[in-house]
């Protein structure tokens, strides 16, 4: 149940857990590659698009915190009530995407852990395994409140971090050549990379449908009230928002117009080439700063995506078999299924993870306007907390949004703008 205590920024603060750890799941594949690549690639271009998404996102990520704080239940419950063939689709795609999801960040929390301690003796598949072992030890000792304390320190450390690098790197001014020319990302030829990026802005639709299980596993441990929730919420989402633009100026201090090839195509090595790229233009001292953010980027997002999709998965297979809740062993269950498949992922078909993240940042953005819309159907006739004109006008010009870059990708994919 919802506390219904008075809000005091004592109590708001107290409140900060769920919407930190969506922040923490956030600044993953969408920031640390999605957002400096967009740099890199094309300058301050795109910043209009990755602010116009999480502008048009925000309501239905709200909506996670905004129905679980009223109703006391989690947006999948509200899925399968409104018809259970969403909560199959939510089911099967949360399937897939956590282990293509937890596969992909914990390679390439490997990747990092091995490009900024030169010379260590462990390939990038056992870095890999001690990575997601490290993750499964935390959540099976501390469970949420672990999660909870970890996600704190990483996001807090992580974001004073990469604004002191951006600083450093706008001190140091841009290294564009003389003679760049500067390409334009306004052409049916981007359009693949402008969906990966938004799919993943500032998080996989998903996500929202997670935070309310973390809304909800904080409401058990210690109630707070609708606006010290809605506070957390906005500090977590804010937050993502503003790093996604930070990363943006990483990438084009560091990487725009330099001169050098990017490795866009693969994760891994791109992140290599950004630390190589940034130590290149500040100093070896840097290595370690920049290693250390992309670290605490891909660690918090690995341990989050591990946690959240293994709740989302175990209430998904509750509600499907028609039971009351899920005993803490089956969340165990998942959680070791979660980190055993992606790493199984890792080991079989390494060379391909890249294409996979790319299917799954695509895939996301295609799945967004459903769940989207069902996100606002769900908190639309709600009495207790009625939705503002403002925001109801933001969702349904989030729904367009959403709707018409989707219907656009399609038609291209199909050959039809060709």
């Given at each position: 149940?919802?506390?219904?205590?008075?809000?005091?920024?004592?109590s708001?603060?107290?409140?900060?857990g769920?919407?930190?750890l969506?922040?923490s799941?956030?600044v993953?594949g969408?920031h640390?590659?999605?957002?400096t690549?967009?740099?890199?690639?094309?300058?301050w271009?795109?910043a209009?698009?990755i602010?116009?998404?999480?502008?048009?996102?925000?309501?239905f990520?709200?909506?996670s915190?905004?129905y679980?704080?009223?109703s006391?239940?989690s947006?999948?419950?509200?899925?399968?009530?409104?018809?259970?063939v969403y909560?199959?689709?939510f089911?099967?795609?949360?399937?897939?995407s956590?282990?293509?999801?937890?596969g992909?960040?914990?390679?390439?929390t490997?990747v990092i852990?091995?490009?900024?301690?030169?010379?260590?003796?462990?390939?990038n598949n056992?870095?890999s395994?001690?990575?997601?072992?490290?993750?499964?030890l935390?959540?099976l000792?501390?469970?949420?409140?672990?999660?909870?304390?970890?996600s704190?320190?990483?996001?807090?450390?992580l974001?004073?971090?990469?604004?002191?690098?951006v600083?450093?790197?706008i001190?140091?001014?841009m290294?564009m050549?003389?003679?760049f020319?500067?390409?334009?990302?306004?052409?049916l030829?981007?359009?693949g990379?402008?969906?990966?990026?938004?799919?993943w802005?500032?998080?996989?639709?998903?996500?929202?449908?997670?935070n309310?299980?973390?809304?909800t596993?904080?409401?058990r441990?210690e109630?707070v009230?609708?606006?010290d929730?809605m506070?957390?919420?906005?500090?977590g989402?804010?937050?993502?928002a503003?790093?996604?633009?930070?990363f943006?100026a990483?990438?084009?201090y560091?990487?725009?117009?330099?001169g050098e090839?990017l490795?866009?195509?693969k994760?891994?090595?791109?992140?290599?080439?950004?630390?190589?790229?940034y130590?290149k233009?500040?100093?070896?001292?840097?290595?370690p700063l920049v290693?250390f953010?992309a670290?605490?980027c891909?660690?918090g997002t690995?341990i989050?995506v591990?946690?959240?999709?293994?709740?989302?998965?175990a209430?998904?297979?509750r509600?499907v078999?028609?039971?009351e809740?899920?005993?803490?062993r089956?969340?165990?269950?998942?959680?070791l299924?979660?980190?055993a498949s992606?790493?199984a992922?890792?080991l079989?078909?390494?060379?391909?993870?890249a294409?996979?993240?790319?299917f799954?940042?695509?895939?996301?953005f295609?799945a967004?306007?459903?769940?989207a819309?069902?996100n606002y159907?769900?908190?639309?006739?709600?009495?207790?907390?009625?939705?503002?004109q403002?925001?109801?006008?933001?969702?349904i010009?989030?729904?367009?949004?959403?709707?018409?870059f989707?219907v656009?990708?399609i038609?291209n994919?199909?050959?039809i703008?060709?």
């Amino acid at each position: 149940m919802t506390s219904t205590t008075s809000s005091t920024w004592k109590s708001r603060f107290r409140a900060l857990g769920p919407g930190i750890l969506m922040a923490s799941a956030a600044v993953g594949g969408s920031h640390l590659v999605a957002s400096t690549q967009a740099g890199a690639l094309y300058g301050w271009q795109l910043a209009l698009i990755i602010v116009l998404t999480n502008l048009f996102k925000y309501p239905f990520f709200r909506f996670s915190a905004h129905y679980t704080l009223d109703s006391g239940k989690s947006l999948i419950e509200g899925y399968a009530e409104k018809n259970r063939v969403y909560l199959w689709i939510f089911l099967i795609m949360c399937f897939l995407s956590s282990t293509i999801s937890t596969g992909a960040v914990a390679l390439l929390t490997a990747v990092i852990i091995k490009i900024s301690i030169p010379g260590l003796p462990l390939s990038n598949n056992a870095l890999s395994v001690l990575v997601i072992a490290s993750c499964v030890l935390i959540l099976l000792m501390g469970r949420y409140k672990a999660l909870d304390r970890l996600s704190k320190i990483i996001v807090i450390s992580l974001s004073i971090t990469t604004i002191a690098a951006v600083a450093i790197a706008i001190n140091k001014g841009m290294q564009m050549q003389e003679g760049f020319i500067e390409p334009s990302p306004w052409n049916l030829a981007a359009l693949g990379f402008i969906i990966a990026l938004m799919g993943w802005m500032p998080a996989p639709i998903e996500i929202a449908a997670i935070n309310s299980l973390w809304v909800t596993a904080r409401q058990r441990h210690e109630p707070v009230s609708y606006r010290d929730g809605m506070f957390d919420f906005d500090v977590g989402y804010i937050t993502s928002a503003v790093l996604a633009i930070v990363f943006l100026a990483l990438g084009v201090y560091v990487q725009y117009g330099n001169g050098e090839t990017l490795e866009i195509q693969k994760g891994g090595l791109y992140v290599a080439q950004l630390v190589g790229m940034y130590t290149k233009t500040i100093g070896e001292w840097a290595r370690p700063l920049v290693g250390f953010i992309a670290f605490a980027c891909m660690f918090g997002t690995t341990i989050t995506v591990i946690d959240g999709y293994s709740r989302a998965v175990a209430e998904s297979v509750r509600l499907v078999q028609g039971r009351e809740y899920f005993r803490t062993r089956e969340l165990f269950a998942w959680i070791l299924w979660t980190s055993a498949s992606g790493l199984a992922l890792i080991l079989w078909f390494n060379s391909a993870l890249a294409e996979l993240l790319k299917f799954a940042m695509i895939s996301a953005f295609l799945a967004a306007p459903v769940f989207a819309w069902l996100n606002y159907g769900l908190v639309k006739q709600d009495k207790k907390h009625k939705l503002s004109q403002v925001m109801n006008l933001l969702a349904i010009v989030g729904l367009v949004y959403l709707v018409g870059f989707a219907v656009l990708f399609i038609l291209n994919f199909a050959g039809i703008l060709a």
